[in-house]
C-alpha cells in the first residue's frame, strides 16, 4: 500500500527486514507515528528471500530423508521415493508468501504507515521516495521525519567478472531453482553453503563444496567444524577445504571451476555453481554521503553506542550496521535502538548474547565464546562435553551425532559460551542463552531436573561434566 505523507512522522524506518518491521513496531508500542519503507516486500530478504523459504527446503529434506531411511530404520516399508520438486520449491514460496503478508498485517495492525518504494536519504530529517522495481511511483515525493532509521539489510557477494545466469545462482536463485541437478559446486563453506550443500544432497545431487579456509565454517569452534565435516563426508559431500576459487569456464553445457591449493591448480566441474562467498551491506545507493554518513571497512556504516550514525538524527541496525548477519541480531537491534531512542534504555548492545545457527544436519547453534576465543582473551576456563551417543532420547530416535560443549570460567564457573551440534541443536540453544542472560552458573545449569528423555538432557550432562560430576560419561 502506498500511503501520502500528510503529517511529519517520529520515525521513518528504511527496510522492512526483521529488523525493520519489529523496530517499526516496537517503536510504535513506544507512542511513535512511525512509517516503514520497503522497495521489494513485506519482511524483507529474511522473510521473502532468505531465512523463511530456505528452512521450509530444508525440512523437505530432512522429510525425504526420513522416508528413505525408514525401511531400514523403523520396520517401515515404502515404495519408490519419488520427488516432485518444483512442489518442493512451491511450498516454500507459500511459506515465504504467508510470512509477508503477516508482516503487512502487524504494520497495519499497529498503526504504521506503510511505503512500497525505494527510499534515500535526502537530508538529516528527509526521505525521499521513488518507484520501486516494477512498482508504480508513491504519491509523495519525499516524508519529513524526527529520526531516521536505516534497517536495508545485505545482499549476496559475487567474486570480480562472475555473473548470474546460465548456472551460476546464488541462494537467491536457488529458492526457486525448480529443478534437482545432477552436480552442484559450492564455492563457499559458510552457513549458506553448507545448508544448500546438505539439501541438495539430500535430494540426489552430487555436492562439492570448496572452501578457501582450512575448516569448514570458518570462525566456528574447531570441534564443531571438525565433526560437521565428518558428517558431510559420510554423506559423500566431496570437500576441498583450504582451496581458493580462480576461475570458472563454460565448457559442454557444465562449469569448469579451477581452484588453487598450496600452489597447485585442480579443476572440478559441476551442472550449477552456486556462489556463497557471504554477504556485503545494502549502504549503497541510499544517499549516505549527502548527508555525510561514515562508512567503515565493507561498507558498513558507522553507529556509537546507541546506534546513532555521525549524522545524530539517523540511526542503523542490522546486516547494514556489522556483523554477525543474522535476522535475530537485527531484530534486537531493532528493539534497542528504539528504545534508546524513547530514553527506555541505557546505551550498549552485547553481541556475544546473539545466537548463531545452522540448519544443516546435523544442526549447529552456538552462543558466547568458544574454547579458543575465551583463550585468545586471557580467560580462564573449564569445558564440560557430553555427546549425544550417550544421550537416551537421541539413540532412541536415531540421531547419535554431535554434543553440546559448555564453557565456563574457571574460578566462579559462569557459563560464557556453549557450542551444540546435533539433531535439533537450533531449539535447545535458547535454553543455554536464558542462562547466560541471568548469569547463570554450570552448577546451577547442572544441577537444573531435566525432562527425561530429551535432547536437552545434553547441556545438563555437558554443564556437569564442566564440573566435573557429569553422570552419563
Known amino acids: ?85 518444483a512442489k518442493v520449491i512451491a511450498r516454500s ?82 529458492l526457486v531453482l525448480d529443478r534437482i541437478p545432477a552436480t552442484v559446486v559450492i564455492i563457499g563453506g559458510g552457513p549458506i553453503g553448507v545448508e544448500f550443500g546438505y539439501f541438495y544432497q539430500a535430494f540426489g545431487a552430487k555436492v562439492t563444496i570448496v572452501e578457501l579456509e582450512k575448516q569448514l565454517i570458518p570462525g566456528l569452534d574447531a570441534e564443531v567444524a571438525e565433526e560437521l565435516r565428518r558428517s558431510f563426508v559420510k554423506r559423500r559431500v566431496t570437500m576441498m577445504l583450504g582451496h581458493r576459487y580462480k ?67 539517523i540511526y542503523a541496525i542490522g546486516d547494514v550496521m556489522r556483523p554477525p548477519l543474522l535476522a535475530h541480531k537485527a531484530s534486537a537491534e531493532g528493539i534497542a535502538a528504539v528504545e534508546m531512542m524513547a530514553g527506555v534504555r541505557e546505551p550498549g548492545f552485547d553481541l556475544t548474547m546473539i545466537p548463531a545457527c545452522i540448519y544443516c544436519e546435523p544442526e549447529v547453534a552456538t552462543v558466547g565464546l568458544s574454547e579458543a576465543d575465551a583463550t585468545a582473551r586471557g580467560l580462564e576456563v573449564k569445558v564440560g562435553k557430553f555427546p549425544f551417543r550417550a544421550n537416551g532420547k537421541a539413540i532412541a530416535i536415531g540421531k547419535p551425532d554431535g554434543f553440546v560443549k559448555v564453557v565456563a570460567g574457571k574460578q566462579y564457573g559462569e557459563v560464557i559460551g556453549c557450542q551444540i551440534i546435533g539433531y535439533h541443536a537450533t531449539d535447545m540453544i535458547s535454553e543455554v542463552m536464558l542462562g547466560r542472560k541471568l548469569e547463570a552458573t554450570i552448577a546451577e545449569l547442572g544441577k537444573t531436573a531435566h525432562p527425561h528423555p530429551t535432547m536437552s538432557e545434553a547441556i545438563m550432562e555437558a554443564a556437569l561434566a564442566a564440573g566435573g560430576e557429569a553422570i552419563d560419561i
Not at 531465512?51 to 531411511?69: F, H, M, Q, W
Not at 508513491?138 to 562472475?162: D, K, N, W
Request: hydrophobic content about 40%; some cysteine; charged content about 25%.
Open 1 to 85: 500500500m502506498n500511503l501520502v505523507a500528510n503529517a511529519r512522522y517520529d520515525l521513518v524506518v528504511i527496510g522492512s527486514g526483521p529488523g525493520g518491521y519489529v523496530a517499526a513496531i516496537r517503536a510504535s508500542q513506544l507512542k511513535m507515528k512511525v512509517a516503514v519503507i520497503e522497495r521489494d516486500r513485506a519482511g524483507g530478504v529474511c522473510l521473502n528471500w532468505g531465512c523463511v523459504p530456505s528452512k521450509a527446503l530444508l525440512n523437505s529434506a530432512d522429510t525425504i530423508e526420513t522416508i528413505r531411511g525408514a525401511g531400514k530404520e523403523h520396520g517401515i516399508e515404502v515404495g519408490e521415493v519419488r520427488v516432485d520438486f
Open 247 to 313: 576461475s570458472m569456464e563454460r565448457k559442454d553445457g557444465r562449469w569448469s571451476i579451477t581452484v588453487e591449493s598450496d600452489g597447485a591448480e585442480k579443476n572440478v566441474e559441476g551442472e550449477i555453481v552456486l556462489v556463497a562467498v557471504g554477504r556485503a551491506p545494502e549502504s549503497r545507493n541510499l544517499g549516505l554521503e549527502r548527508v555525510g554518513i561514515e562508512l567503515e571497512r565493507g561498507g558498513f556504516i558507522k553507529v556509537n553506542d546507541s546506534f546513532q550514525t555521525t549524522v545524530p538524527s
Open 93 to 174: 514460496r507459500a511459506a515465504a508468501e504467508k510470512l509477508s503478508r503477516g508482516v503487512t498485517y502487524l504494520l497495519k495492525k499497529n498503526n504504521i504507515d506503510f511505503f512500497e518504494a525505494t527510499a534515500a536519504i535526502a537530508g538529516p530529517n528527509t526521505v525521499a521516495l521513488a518507484g520501486a522495481d516494477g512498482k508504480p511511483p508513491p504519491a509523495a515525493a519525499s516524508i519529513e521525519t524526527e529520526r531516521i532509521l536505516i534497517a536495508a539489510g545485505s545482499g549476496e557477494r559475487l567474486f570480480p567478472g562472475m555473473k548470474i545466469g546460465d548456472g551460476v545462482i546464488t541462494s537467491h536463485q536457488a
